[in-house]
């Protein structure tokens, strides 16, 4: 682990998940605008309108500039800010409830905040990972598994890259 990243371990079964962490940001973010965007702006690809200085669902005004948000270009870059690592047995058992979990909290983080979105969801060596385009969801889906089914959770921020890892197992 470096001298920038920081991991939090939650891990005793039914344990509450402290929320005292907070995750900080740099303003480093490459993702992020270099300058203030006219307004409005609207994303091509998803159609979010930047409107009194943030993203958000709104009708696309017809005098709108157009450049892609940064949730579109992180997809199409391939390129996560957050990735949430799934393994253990249970997972196993409870793979379609774990599933829905995960998809719910990501349709409620993008309906209220248009740039947490979850990228993929892939099987990998007998366990899952989803990507996220935002640090916050990705924590928040790690929280919403902990909640419902405890097990170990575990967070690795990395400042120097804008980057979260969490790690949910059983």
Known sequence: MSKHSK????????APVRHDHVIHERE?????????????????????????GR????EVPADAHHQICP?????QDKFPAGFVALEGE?????????LQIIGHVGERAQQEHPLERIMGIEEENGGMLVTTTDIHLARGIGEALHHAHHGELEFHYNDEENLLRVNWKT
Do not use: M
């Not at 993702?31 to 309108?49: F, H, I, Q």
């Not at 993203?55 to 709104?58: P, V």
């Not at 949730?71 to 997809?75: E, L, S, V, Y």
């Open 7 to 14: 991991a939090t371990r939650f891990h005793p079964i039914g």
């Open 28 to 52: 480093h973010d490459s993702y992020k605008s270099k300058g203030k965007l006219p307004e409005p702006t609207a994303c091509p690809v998803c159609r979010a309108v930047f409107h009194q």
């Open 55 to 58: 993203w958000q669902w709104a």
């Open 71 to 75: 949730a579109c270009q992180r997809i």
């Open 90 to 98: 249970y997972l196993k058992l409870h793979r379609n409830e774990l």
